[in-house]
């Protein structure tokens, strides 16, 4: 049975690199039934892209997208820093897929502010070849983690994450998460907004902000490179999804395998 969902949203799944967990993904979205889907930007990595680089997985993740789309999903793609060049195209709608820079969404009369939020990032700005640096530098860590963690299974002991660990550990990092939520919620607040929703930062979260202007629910969809989250809306009610905690049900209920996927496939979709 499919979990049917009023909206749910989803970033930094970066299709195309090591780090993308596309196979769990897939299966996600093979078990829900959402009325709207919003991607919330860095879905594909077109900084890290390459040709030698892109397996089944990951295309079945684009046809899984369309095919919601095709049987009646509202599919909103916001762009983020890594998929940047798509900006230029922003407004284009195809079927029930629309590409945007942001969204706004009235929900039981509240008003939701949603983008990607890239905007707060300096490094990306002023500075975008060190951020391309750093992009990389984290796929190399992805996948030194994963022969860790492959490693560490073998043994019987539990995965482990690096970049967490770096996150945690680095002052810089933990301030840099922390202004950026601060940051989002007083623009929200100044603005009227009732929740406001962002990816980017890879730090899946729901929580109420007061300050002496007002009050505002900053939510962040996380990542499917390391949490493996999302954000779910039904009946009035947002909540925090990981994949890890419903792994066993999601994979029991999988009827069937995902048939295989081409490039070739791919553009005979988009011809039609």
């Not at 967990?21 to 390459?50: C, R, T, V």
């Not at 939701?112 to 060190?130: E, N, P, R, Y």
């Amino acid at each position: 049975m499919k979990r049917n969902l009023d909206i749910v949203v989803l970033s930094d799944i970066h299709l195309g690199t090591h780090g993308s967990h596309a196979k769990e993904l897939l299966y996600y979205l093979e078990s829900i039934a959402p009325k709207m889907l919003i991607l919330n930007g860095d879905i594909i990595d077109i900084w890290q892209f390459k040709k030698s680089y892109f397996p089944s997985e990951h295309l079945h993740v684009i046809k899984k997208i369309i095919d919601l789309s095709a049987n009646g999903t509202e599919v909103h793609y916001i762009t983020g820093n890594h998929d940047e060049m798509l900006r230029k195209f922003a407004d284009l709608k195809l079927g029930n897929i629309k590409l945007t820079n942001k969204l706004l969404l009235s929900l039981n009369n509240k008003k939701a502010w949603i983008f990607h939020g890239d905007v707060f990032d300096a490094s990306i700005h002023h500075s975008k070849w060190l951020a391309k640096l750093g992009g990389w530098g984290y796929d190399k860590l992805i996948q030194l983690n994963h022969i860790i963690n492959w490693i560490l299974l073998k043994m019987g002991h539990e995965k482990y994450s690096l970049s967490k660990k770096i996150k945690n550990s680095v002052k810089k990092a933990v301030k840099y998460i922390s202004d950026f939520e601060e940051t989002a919620t007083e623009l929200a607040i100044e603005k009227n907004y009732d929740y406001v929703i962002c990816g980017h930062i890879h730090q899946p979260q729901i929580k109420e902000v007061i300050t002496r202007k007002g009050t505002v629910t900053y939510m962040n969809s996380g990542d499917w490179v390391e949490n493996l989250s999302s954000l779910e809306y039904h009946n009035g009610e947002w909540r925090l999804f990981h994949y890890e905690d419903y792994k066993e049900s999601i994979l029991k209920n999988k009827l069937t395998e995902t048939p295989l996927f081409t490039l070739e496939d791919l553009k005979n979709l988009v011809t039609i």
